[in-house]
């Protein structure tokens, strides 16, 4: 890990024929976001664990697990147990957020809760020590490519200094949107842990898009 600042390319942006070349053209990232889409919580589908645990066998950093599938209580944990460092699932999709964050974690993987752009967040202010990592979406979730939702600045502002004022280690991060035009705007705000698609996948050389997306992050961070 790099500082306080994470980069994330997420793989929806990859070409997935070529995943292990594509995968070697991230190495120098935090984490690679692994969006599993079950058509259900999202009208998209994606994959599922047989391809998240080829990922993991050829990914050169850890795995960050976006969940947008239904019933999260019955299927995250078993993609912490495919050794997925981070596990984020949809608090609109769990049934006991908190008793699956500690089994997330019991396994061994980080447990993450991601909100929706509707979703307040503030049900989650005398929570934040259940969870290493909280998403707030700043697109809808399901689809690549959308437009980044500069409206989620102030939830996650309201967010970062709650859990300042509480003095919690929690991640904050973004997802949806994020481009070297998008990311400044987040990291004031308070983000810390930043997904980019086509950011990144979509550059000429993967690795200088990674290093000028953690130069600006790094330079308008809200500390």
């Known amino acids: 890990m790099t500082g306080d600042i994470r980069i994330n390319p997420s793989i929806l942006a990859a070409d997935f024929v070529n995943m292990q070349a594509e995968l070697a053209r991230i190495a120098t990232a935090d984490f690679v976001h692994v969006d599993v889409m079950d058509n259900h919580f999202v009208p998209n589908l994606t994959f599922g664990p047989q391809m998240v645990e080829r990922i993991q066998a050829t990914s050169p950093v850890p795995l960050d697990v976006h969940l947008m599938i239904s019933d999260a209580d019955r299927w995250a944990p078993e993609y912490a147990e495919l050794g997925a460092a981070s596990v984020t699932f949809h608090l609109e999709a769990a049934t006991d957020p908190i008793t699956l964050a500690r089994r997330l974690r019991a396994i061994g993987s980080r447990a993450g809760v991601a909100v929706k752009p509707a979703t307040p967040v503030e049900g989650l ?63 004031e705000a308070g983000a810390d842990t930043f997904v980019a698609g086509s950011a990144v996948f979509g550059a000429d050389e993967p690795d200088r898009a990674i290093a000028a997306l953690r130069r600006l992050a790094t330079e308008h961070h809200r500390h």
């Open 125 to 187: 202010y005398d929570v934040l020590d259940e969870f290493d990592q909280i998403l707030v979406m700043t697109v809808e979730p399901g689809f690549g490519g959308q437009s980044f939702m500069a409206d989620q600045m102030p939830k996650l502002a309201r967010l970062h200094d709650e859990a300042r004022r509480r003095g919690s280690q929690v991640w904050l991060q973004v997802d949806g949107g994020i481009s070297e035009s998008t990311i400044a705007q987040a990291a």
